[in-house]
């Protein structure tokens, strides 16, 4: 009758019995029955594949960190290296007073 897949005909064939049996099991519409199921199944068919979700991205692998050589210095920006350098020659602070420094007056 139709050039539908196996799996759709069964679908097919049992919504029209259902569309039959809502009608009170008349004779003779066979054929309309089976147009409204096949109108929707094929339907609802295609509602699934236009409202099916895209495929997820597969995730970038990530790339390996850049091997440093032994005997090469890593590159640092110059402001960095400034900045690297004044906090290494900045003394620590003790908890003893500066002599040279006047207290502050309260």
């Known amino acids: 009758m139709s050039t539908a897949q196996p799996a759709d005909e069964a679908r097919i064939r ?11 099991r008349p004779d003779g519409r066979e ?7 096949t109108v929707a199944v094929t339907g609802k068919a295609q509602m699934d594949t236009l409202t099916k979700l ?3 991205k597969a995730a970038k692998p990530k ?5 440093i050589k032994a005997d090469s210095k ?3 920006a110059p402001k960095l290296r400034a900045a690297a350098s004044k906090a290494k020659s900045v003394p620590a602070k003790s908890g003893k ?6 207290p502050k007056k309260k």
């Open 14 to 24: 049992e919504q029209a019995y259902y569309f039959w049996e809502q009608d009170g």
């Open 31 to 37: 054929t309309e029955y089976w147009q409204r199921a």
């Open 54 to 56: 895209p495929p997820k």
């Open 63 to 67: 790339a390996e960190p850049a091997k």
């Open 74 to 76: 890593p590159k640092v």
């Open 97 to 102: 007073p500066d002599p040279d420094k006047k």
